[in-house]
């Protein structure tokens, strides 16, 4: 079993940035690929941003590409999204997500084991 955990989240004007990290439990880190996914109220979770384990690759969501940066560190069993410029419409609650399998996938029902959430609020 791995237990995620989210923190960074918080308000920031738009144009700001923010630094989520979601921390995990085992040993077993490296073996993940991890991903981030959020949620705005009344809408469907998507897509964010995924990571391989060995870090040395990462794929991004459109919306999201050239502002976000995802990383990870397997020392500290720790995974990040950095966000930078930040839009009103990037406000929701962000989500980490921990993968078992190899494929690279946006689809939420690939990932087994999910973190309780960070909210981001951008104001105009």
């Known amino acids: 079993q791995v237990q995620l955990v989210e923190s960074g989240g918080g308000l920031v004007q738009a144009g700001g940035s923010l630094r989520l990290s979601c921390a995990t439990s085992?040993?077993?880190?490296?073996?993940?690929?991890m991903a981030w996914f959020r949620q705005a109220p009344g809408k469907e979770r998507e897509f964010v941003a995924r990571?391989?384990?060995?870090?040395?690759?990462?794929y991004y969501a459109d919306s999201v590409k050239g502002r976000f940066t995802i990383s990870r560190d397997n020392a500290k069993n720790t995974v990040y999204l950095q966000m930078n410029n930040l839009k009103p419409e990037d406000t929701a609650v962000y989500y980490c997500?921990?993968?078992?399998?190899?494929?690279?996938?946006?689809?939420?029902?690939?990932?087994?084991?999910w973190g309780q959430g960070t909210q981001v609020t951008v104001s105009s």
């Open positions: 997500a921990a993968d078992t399998g190899r494929l690279p996938s946006r689809n939420l029902r690939t990932y087994d084991y």
């Open positions: 085992g040993r077993t880190f490296s073996s993940y690929a």
């Open positions: 990571i391989n384990r060995s870090g040395d690759f990462t």
